[in-house]
């Protein structure tokens, strides 16, 4: 089946078979590997993108299903090739990351919260990642990076707004 699918901004036409993950899609179709496969049944959200803004499980859509949506991966977060955006820079700053395995997806997580809440409690932090699991169980760097990411981001759009980067 053919379908056209907005990713990271861009349209994009491609040719599918209707049980193809939207996840294979975008890996296999697309080259976009940042969503990683993990589980592959909706339990690890490792295969976290972006759908209109709210983290979706990859592995659990269909390629189809996401036909006129907005997808944001984690290559269409960064402000230009080469560069970190914010979160991504907070992440290396406080070793919020080990394998890396499911650090798209915990940016992706935390980018989504950013958006609609710039100033949340640790509370509300660990709650936005508690659907995405880290093998290397580096929970508290990922926590401290949001948060030093939250702050980051609300001195540099306090004066301007802007869209989080
Ligand atoms: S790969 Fe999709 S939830 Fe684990
Ligand atoms: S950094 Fe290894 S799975 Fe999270």
New binding site residues.
Partial sequence: MKVELTVNGESRLTEVEPRKSLLDCLRDNFNLNGAHAGCEHGVCG?CTVLVDGQPVRSCLMFAVQADGYAITTIEGLTPAPGELSVIQDAFCETHG???????PA?VLTAHALLQRNAAPTREEIVESISGN??????YGQ?VEAIALAADRLSRANAPQGGAVR
């Fill in positions: 490792a990351m080990q394998c890396g395995y499911c650090t915990m699991i880290c093998r290397c169980t580096g990922i």
